[in-house]
C-alpha cells in the first residue's frame, strides 16, 4: 500500500519545497539542530520520504555521510535522484527499508535523525531501542513527531482530520513517548510541545492553499487536489486548536 502517492507527493512539494513532504522547511530543521553541530558526523535519517532534508543535513549542515531510509520504493528512487541532481550522490543515499530491525550495525551512526515520519510508526519503544542500538555513544536522536492527546481517538475533530488525511497514523500521547525515551535507555530524554508552533505554520499553509499556492495546485495537478489538500490542512488546523492533535520534538542521547 502506498501512502504518499506521486499525486500527494508533488502537491506537498509545491506547497514546502523541492524535496519536502512536511511543514516547517530549511528553518524547522535548522531549528531541530540547534544547539548540536553535526558536521562530518554520519548521520541516518528515518523516514526520508523525497530527501529534500538529507541534502539540507549535507550541504547546510555539513554532515559527512547521510543515509535516508524509507519504506515506499517510489520515494527512495525520487530522493536518489536529488541527490544525484545535487551532486551529493555517494554522500547521501538512500536505502528501502521495511519496518522493524534497522538494517544497520550497533553503534553506526552519530545522530539519528527523523522528521514527521515516526507518526507512521505504533511501537515507540521498538524503534527508540532500534535508534539508541545504531547510535555511537554520547550520539543524539532528534525527532519532529505528532501525538495526541488522551482520549483524542474519540474526538470528533480528530476522526474529521483522520478521514481527510486518509494514512496509516499511529499516534500516542507524549507522556507515553518520554516513558519510551526512558525505557529505551536514553539519557536527557525530552519531549518539547510544538503545537503553537504548527498551529501558526498551518494557518499560513491554509492561507496559501486558499490563495497563490492553491491556485498553482489547481493548475499544475487539478481542482480536486487542491481541494483535498486544503481540506486536510483545516481539519488538521481544528484538531491542532482543540488540542488533540499534539506536535512536538523528541531529544534523547545515547549514554557515553
Ligand atoms: C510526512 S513524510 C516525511 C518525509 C520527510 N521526513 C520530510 O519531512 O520531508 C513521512 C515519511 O515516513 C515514511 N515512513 C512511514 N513508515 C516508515 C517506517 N516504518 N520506516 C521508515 N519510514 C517510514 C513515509 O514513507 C514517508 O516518506
Known amino acids: 500500500m502506498q501512502y504518499y502517492p506521486k499525486e500527494l507527493t508533488d502537491a506537498l512539494e509545491l506547497i514546502w519545497g523541492e524535496g519536502m513532504l512536511s511543514p516547517g522547511g530549511p528553518e524547522k530543521v535548522a531549528d531541530m539542530l540547534e544547539g548540536i553541530d553535526i558536521s562530518g558526523r554520519r548521520v541516518l535519517d528515518i523516514g526520508s520520504g523525497l530527501g529534500g532534508i538529507d541534502v539540507l543535513l549535507a550541504i547546510k549542515h555539513g554532515a559527512a555521510i ?44 552519530d545522530l539519528v535523525f527523523s522528521k ?55 499516534f500516542t500521547p507524549p507522556a507515553a513517548a518520554l516513558q ?38 489547481v493548475a499544475i495537478l487539478g481542482k480536486e487536489i487542491a481541494d483535498s489538500r486544503l481540506a486536510s490542512a483545516e481539519s488538521r488546523q481544528a484538531a491542532l486548536d482543540s488540542g488533540d492533535l499534539m506536535p512536538c520534538y523528541l531529544r534523547g542521547r545515547r549514554p557515553s
Open 66 to 109: 547521510v543515509i535516508g531510509i524509507d519504506v515506499e520504493p517510489q520515494l527512495i528512487k525520487s530522493a536518489s535522484n536529488l541527490a544525484a541532481r545535487k551532486g551529493l550522490a555517494g554522500r547521501v543515499s538512500f536505502q528501502l527499508v521495511t519496518p522493524g530491525r534497522l538494517p544497520f550495525v550497533d553503534t553506526s551512526f
Open 116 to 170: 514527521d515520519a515516526m507518526l507512521h510508526i505504533a511501537n515507540k519503544l521498538a524503534v527508540y531501542s532500534e535508534v539508541l542500538r545504531v547510535l555511537k555513544p554520547g550520539g543524539w536522536f532528534i525527532a519532529a513527531d505528532w501525538f495526541w492527546s488522551e482520549g483524542a481517538a474519540e474526538s470528533r475533530i480528530v476522526r474529521a482530520w483522520l478521514r481527510e488525511s486518509q494514512s496509516n497514523f499511529a
Open 180 to 217: 519510551a525515551l526512558i525505557d529505551a535507555g536514553f539519557a536527557e530524554p525530552t519531549v518539547t510541545d510544538l503545537r503553537h508552533q504548527l498551529q501558526k505554520i498551518t494557518r499560513e499553509e491554509v492561507s496559501l492553499l486558499k490563495g497563490p499556492v492553491g491556485q498553482k495546485l
